[in-house]
């Protein structure tokens, strides 16, 4: 990791202006003074180089989501596309994602021009985790974040890289404990903790059950004094960072979880509609113009929850859920010869769990394709409303206090999902 001569040198002149203005603290970590915002990772491909590139360049964390990279990438897909299933073949596809990620990466940092940090975002969940772990920091990001499983493991797939920022995502102070307890045990901490509140974010959720998403303990107004205490507790409070992950969208928000314990707020959905979000225009479009009763929570084929945009593809498969569950059965093989997920709903036979190939469905969301795709949101409006702006502009209004939030019409999510 390259420092910057000075601490405010990681950020952008002008936006580290309306900071010092904004009665809000800046990010303080890895030797650098930041704005506390960071990016979050959301896959398959919406946040690849070009978003997370352009919010590090304005002084943010940027995080490139590490999953099925290749299909941002030409070359690689005609390598791979359509292969029939063997073991020969998911190494090629899995070799082609790992130079897709080291590829994403390198790019992501020309643009950032040596501002902000780039992290790369990796689910626990997945069968290459470690390999994805490996290749991004070999690749040269500065962070990795570990999210959908506790990442026990995480110190030892980094060990050969001591100033690698290690960064777990949390829901509850008693999964912040454990984790803590765990690598302490191998000499090591968390740099940062991301506190996602599973109530209110996109993608897949930090709770066991659809029941548990609205349990209080999530709530920020108790998890960060908790989680806070804890880190003071094991002399970290000024060394890991607390990350407030889901539902923030204004100055107002982030005032109001720096107040409570935490240096940052993490956003996805709002970054995500961005111009320089990396996914179809499409897909832009169906997440700003949904509405809080267009969103609905599901099981995913991960066996996690799981919050989504009820677009076309989605409406049927929850109505046909209940049919496909009750003759789930293990087969053989991955139906895609990818095996992406160590245990998967679909593949496995697993009966509550989803039952569809959730690659082949985020891929489909990721071109805007509405009668296939699966579209992950938060809830809530965004800051711009059903607007598709910049990242320099979302962030500037994150900065600017007195900013309402207007709600999406109608008329708007009828026009996106048509």
């Not at 579209?375 to 309402?404: D, H, K, M, N």
Request: proline share 6%; glycine share 10%; with cysteine.
């Amino acid at each position: 990791m390259t420092v910057p001569e000075s601490p405010a040198a990681a950020v952008d002149p002008t936006l580290h202006e309306l900071l010092r203005h904004s009665g809000l603290q800046p990010l303080r970590w890895a030797h650098r003074e930041l704005l506390p915002v960071v990016q979050g990772g959301m896959g398959v491909g919406v946040s690849a180089h070009r978003l997370a590139g352009a919010v590090a360049a304005c002084g943010g964390v940027g995080t490139i989501s590490s999953i099925d990279l290749r299909r941002h990438h030409p070359d690689l897909m005609e390598q791979t596309a359509g292969l029939p299933f063997s073991p020969q073949n998911k190494a090629r596809i899995d070799a082609a994602n790992l130079e897709a990620l080291r590829r994403e990466v390198r790019e992501a940092r020309a643009l950032s021009g040596g501002r902000g940090l780039i992290a790369v975002n990796v689910m626990r969940a997945v069968s290459e985790y470690a390999a994805y772990v490996r290749c991004a920091l070999e690749a040269g990001a500065d962070a990795v974040v570990v999210g959908a499983g506790l990442p026990m493991d995480l110190p030892e797939l980094a060990a050969d890289f001591p100033d690698a920022l290690l960064v777990p995502i949390l829901s509850d102070a008693r999964g912040v404990q454990l984790v803590l307890r765990k690598w302490e045990r191998k000499g090591r901490a968390p740099d940062a903790i991301v506190i996602e509140h599973p109530r209110l974010a996109g993608g897949h959720l930090g709770a066991a059950r659809i029941a548990d998403l609205a349990d209080p303990r999530f709530d920020f107004e108790n998890v960060l004094p908790a989680v806070r205490e804890l880190l003071r507790a094991c002399g970290l409070q000024d060394r890991a960072p607390i990350i407030a992950a889901g539902g923030l969208r204004r100055l107002e928000d982030i005032a109001h979880v720096q107040s409570l314990g935490a240096a940052a707020a993490q956003l996805g959905t709002p970054f995500a509609v961005t111009t320089e979000g990396d996914a179809d225009v499409q897909f832009k479009q169906v997440l700003a113009t949904a509405r809080d009763e267009d969103i609905v929570e599901f099981t995913s084929v991960a066996g996690l929850p799981a919050r989504a945009v009820r677009t076309p593809w989605l409406d049927k498969y929850l109505r046909a859920e209940p049919r496909l569950q009750a003759v789930a059965h293990a087969k053989p093989r991955c139906t895609k010869g990818f095996d992406c997920l160590v245990q998967c709903g679909l593949r496995d036979g697993k009966a509550d769990w989803g039952q569809f190939c959730i690659d082949h469905q985020l891929a489909a969301g990721l071109k805007g394709d509405l009668a296939r795709g699966l579209y992950f949101r938060g809830v809530g409006a965004l800051p711009f409303g059903a607007q598709i702006r910049s990242v320099r502009e979302l962030i500037t209004r994150l900065l600017t206090p007195g900013f309402s939030v207007p709600t999406p019409l109608a008329d708007d999510a009828a026009a996106a999902f048509a």
